[in-house]
């Protein structure tokens, strides 16, 4: 009871990334709170295979539910099993990755339970609150920060009365770290049938195609990122360029999705891959809220920009005021003359 | 088959080309300096709808949206591309809802549209970008769902097929009839208005965006489908404590303009030398190379 919960997202029989990342936020919350930390994994064949990647993770409790029609993900089975799960333990927190499925389950969930959900949190604390209208006062409630608005405000966002509190948080924004190798935690595997109506398993997933991320853009250690004010596709090739020289990887902020200047999959900030490199630079980036949020964490940030006013500016620890297609080539130049 | 099709719209203030006038000095949104449009998702969502509703004779689109009275411009926006007719669910209970109060009011409304096949909208809004009310809607008709989607492949025979995004992957699902989709951004784009529709609708208008005086009033008595159906709570049989400030869990405790903690930057310009001071200093430090 009132302990916290973390949906585990499971590939095949491998736990994601963003949910270690969650567990490790998990455990810190839970230990502040002074309550359990327990996790679910739901799929086919897991049993026996994730017990070793969640508990060091300080997993005080593990609920498996093994089921060869819980894998490949649809909606309804893994929606009926939170619920009822949730019904039974009533956690005070829940935490779910921002990931497709995530952003799936985590709404239909919170609607079935009437409670509050906040999408692609940045930050999560613990804190106390007033409801000055109510006239009351809450301890210990779970701050869900994230930008809003198109990322010009950063909201905090409470849920006072309805439990679980639930939040997604993108991969990449929290650290994964293990508590302890040799952690004890109780592994309890459900009985499926007891949560899942066997009505639940109508919609079929007839194809599935995964592959690979392209890109090492979260592990990479130089990032050469552009904005809207890389201008064209053209110049972002130089972007490319250098990267390739530095041995570094190409990002993108959304206005330079947007316009269609390189691919989806490239792009960096809340709505993308959050990076923590030692070295970021950014080309043609205003600085939004959206796209910092995705990279504040980086080592060194240099910017690139005609406008010296720009708001990344504020965070870069270099800025070369210029436009990007006539410093970016110089960059390739003289580091191609001053490195062996 | 003939399908019944709600499409669900949301008109919203453009933040995607947010210029340094989009925050007043007190940190609060200036609504003013964004223009108010059709969210990019959701028409995306009415492509497919209007697709659907061609390999399908006798197929009805309708737009469904929840906002203030001026909302109605989606429905005239859905109009002009080929959709039937539009509900405006507009009352001052729905103020202040999170995704919750607002995914229950839609549920109300298309309770109240009756037998419908297909509820299909963007994956999220551009001013929230939290994709929760499609899954929230479908929960609370209790139907299935399939989020994410990139194309309408086929639908027959009360099962549709649809080709989704997924982490790193695309998935062809398959589900029976009624079912809540939403639609990616890289689905195809909507197709534009046509002429001839916005010729027809042009004058489309909810009741609350009548003047009192209304010119062309026998128009809209000739022709009736000028006049939006619009719904208040009650008109949905809405229970207000689920509706809007009072039926959203979620509150906002704070909202903070952002400052970036500023850092002693090193500025300098594109010339050459500088360029290069640049380059030798980064790789002296052993930041790169």
């Given at each position: 009871?009132?302990?916290?919960?973390?949906?585990?997202?499971?590939?095949?029989?491998?736990?994601?990334?963003?949910?270690?990342?969650?567990?490790?936020?998990?455990?810190?919350?839970?230990?502040?709170?002074?309550?359990?930390?327990?996790?679910?994994?739901?799929?086919?064949?897991?049993?026996?295979?994730?017990?070793?990647?969640?508990?060091?993770?300080?997993?005080?409790?593990?609920?498996?539910?093994?089921?060869?029609?819980?894998?490949?993900?649809?909606?309804?089975?893994?929606?009926?099993?939170?619920?009822?799960?949730?019904?039974?333990?009533?956690?005070?927190?829940?935490?779910?990755?921002?990931?497709?499925?995530?952003?799936?389950?985590?709404?239909?969930?919170?609607?079935?339970?009437?409670?509050?959900?906040?999408?692609?949190?940045?930050?999560?604390?613990?804190?106390?609150?007033?409801?000055?209208?109510?006239?009351?006062?809450?301890?210990?409630?779970?701050?869900?920060?994230?930008?809003?608005?198109?990322?010009?405000?950063?909201?905090?966002?409470?849920?006072?009365?309805?439990?679980?509190?639930?939040?997604?948080?993108?991969?990449?924004?929290?650290?994964?770290?293990?508590?302890?190798?040799?952690?004890?935690?109780?592994?309890?595997?459900?009985?499926?049938?007891?949560?899942?109506?066997?009505?639940?398993?109508?919609?079929?997933?007839?194809?599935?195609?995964?592959?690979?991320?392209?890109?090492?853009?979260?592990?990479?250690?130089?990032?050469?990122?552009?904005?809207?004010?890389?201008?064209?596709?053209?110049?972002?090739?130089?972007?490319?360029?250098?990267?390739?020289?530095?041995?570094?990887?190409?990002?993108?902020?959304?206005?330079?999705?947007?316009?269609?200047?390189?691919?989806?999959?490239?792009?960096?900030?809340?709505?993308?891959?959050?990076?923590?490199?030692?070295?970021?630079?950014?080309?043609?980036?205003?600085?939004?809220?959206?796209?910092?949020?995705?990279?504040?964490?980086?080592?060194?940030?240099?910017?690139?920009?005609?406008?010296?006013?720009?708001?990344?500016?504020?965070?870069?620890?270099?800025?070369?005021?210029?436009?990007?297609?006539?410093?970016?080539?110089?960059?390739?130049?003289?580091?191609?003359?001053?490195?062996? | 088959?003939?399908?019944?099709?709600v499409v669900l719209a949301k008109q919203v203030p453009d933040?995607?080309?947010?210029?340094?006038?989009?925050?007043?000095?007190?940190?609060?949104v200036n609504r003013a300096a964004l223009p108010a449009i059709f969210n990019?998702?959701d028409l995306?969502?009415l492509?497919?709808?209007?697709?659907?509703?061609?390999?399908?004779?006798?197929?009805?689109?309708s737009i469904l949206t929840m906002g203030p009275p001026r909302a109605t411009e989606v429905i005239r926006e859905g109009l002009y591309r080929?959709a039937d007719c539009g509900y405006l669910l507009t009352d001052r209970a729905f103020a202040g809802a999170d995704?919750?109060a607002t995914s229950y009011a839609l549920s109300m409304a298309i309770?109240k549209i009756?037998?419908?096949?297909?509820?299909?909208g963007g994956?999220?809004a551009i001013d929230g970008?939290?994709?929760?009310v499609?899954?929230?809607?479908?929960?609370?008709?209790?139907?299935?769902?399939?989020?994410?989607?990139?194309?309408?492949?086929?639908?027959?025979?009360?099962?549709?097929?649809?080709?989704?995004?997924?982490?790193?992957?695309?998935?062809?699902?398959?589900?029976?009839?009624?079912?809540?989709?939403?639609?990616?951004?890289?689905?195809?784009?909507?197709?534009?208005r046509?002429?001839?529709l916005v010729?027809k609708y042009k004058r489309a208008m909810a009741p609350m965006e009548m003047p009192e005086n209304l010119p062309y009033a026998?128009e809209y008595k000739?022709k009736p489908y000028l006049t939006v159906t619009q719904w208040g709570a009650a008109d949905v049989d809405a229970?207000l404590?689920?509706c809007g400030l009072a039926g959203?869990?979620?509150?906002?405790?704070?909202?903070?303009?952002?400052?970036?903690?500023?850092?002693?930057?090193?500025?300098?310009?594109?010339?050459?030398?500088?360029?290069?001071?640049?380059?030798?200093?980064?790789?002296?430090?052993?930041?790169?190379?």
């Amino acid at each position: 009871m009132n302990n916290v919960f973390v949906y585990c997202e499971i590939e095949g029989t491998t736990v994601e990334e963003v949910s270690l990342e969650l567990l490790t936020k998990g455990r810190k919350l839970a230990t502040e709170l002074g309550v359990e930390l327990e996790a679910v994994c739901i799929g086919s064949g897991i049993t026996g295979k994730v017990e070793p990647q969640v508990i060091p993770y300080g997993v005080d409790k593990l609920h498996i539910f093994d089921d060869a029609r819980l894998f490949p993900y649809t909606s309804k089975p893994h929606t009926s099993i939170m619920v009822n799960l949730f019904k039974q333990e009533k956690p005070q927190i829940c935490l779910m990755g921002a990931t497709v499925i995530g952003r799936d389950l985590g709404p239909r969930v919170s609607s079935s339970c009437t409670s509050g959900l906040t999408a692609d949190c940045t930050s999560l604390e613990i804190g106390s609150y007033d409801d000055k209208k109510a006239g009351k006062h809450y301890d210990n409630l779970l701050f869900q920060i994230r930008p809003a608005f198109g990322g010009n405000i950063v909201a905090t966002i409470v849920n006072p009365d309805h439990r679980p509190q639930m939040a997604t948080v993108r991969s990449g924004v929290m650290k994964a770290e293990v508590l302890d190798p040799n952690y004890k935690g109780q592994v309890v595997v459900h009985n499926v049938d007891d949560f899942v109506p066997s009505t639940d398993y109508v919609v079929k997933v007839i194809e599935r195609h995964v592959e690979k991320a392209k890109n090492n853009l979260k592990g990479a250690p130089i990032i050469v990122a552009g904005g809207y004010g890389v201008g064209s596709k053209e110049n972002f090739d130089l972007l490319r360029k250098l990267a390739e020289e530095l041995h570094g990887e190409v990002g993108a902020s959304r206005a330079a999705v947007d316009a269609g200047f390189c691919e989806h999959d490239l792009q960096i900030g809340q709505t993308g891959v959050t990076v923590r490199p030692k070295v970021y630079i950014a080309c043609g980036i205003s600085g939004a809220i959206q796209h910092v949020a995705g990279m504040k964490e980086s080592g060194i940030v240099i910017s690139i920009n005609t406008d010296p006013a720009a708001p990344i500016n504020d965070i870069a620890d270099y800025v070369i005021t210029g436009a990007v297609e006539d410093v970016v080539p110089k960059l390739i130049k003289y580091y191609k003359q001053n490195s062996k | 088959m003939s399908l019944n099709i709600v499409v669900l719209a949301k008109q919203v203030p453009d933040t995607r080309n947010v210029g340094k006038d989009a925050m007043t000095p007190e940190g609060t949104v200036n609504r003013a300096a964004l223009p108010a449009i059709f969210n990019p998702e959701d028409l995306n969502a009415l492509e497919q709808a209007l697709r659907l509703k061609e390999q399908n004779p006798g197929s009805t689109v309708s737009i469904l949206t929840m906002g203030p009275p001026r909302a109605t411009e989606v429905i005239r926006e859905g109009l002009y591309r080929g959709a039937d007719c539009g509900y405006l669910l507009t009352d001052r209970a729905f103020a202040g809802a999170d995704t919750l109060a607002t995914s229950y009011a839609l549920s109300m409304a298309i309770k109240k549209i009756g037998k419908v096949d297909i509820v299909i909208g963007g994956r999220q809004a551009i001013d929230g970008d939290t994709a929760q009310v499609g899954p929230q809607v479908a929960q609370k008709l209790d139907l299935n769902q399939v989020t994410y989607v990139e194309e309408v492949l086929s639908c027959a025979d009360g099962k549709i097929t649809v080709r989704r995004h997924i982490d790193g992957g695309i998935e062809t699902v398959e589900a029976p009839l009624p079912i809540v989709l939403t639609v990616n951004g890289s689905a195809d784009p909507c197709r534009p208005r046509n002429a001839k529709l916005v010729m027809k609708y042009k004058r489309a208008m909810a009741p609350m965006e009548m003047p009192e005086n209304l010119p062309y009033a026998d128009e809209y008595k000739r022709k009736p489908y000028l006049t939006v159906t619009q719904w208040g709570a009650a008109d949905v049989d809405a229970d207000l404590n689920q509706c809007g400030l009072a039926g959203s869990p979620t509150k906002v405790k704070a909202v903070q303009n952002i400052v970036f903690k500023a850092k002693e930057s090193k500025r300098l310009g594109s010339s050459d030398s500088e360029v290069e001071g640049l380059v030798q200093e980064l790789l002296a430090s052993h930041t790169i190379g």
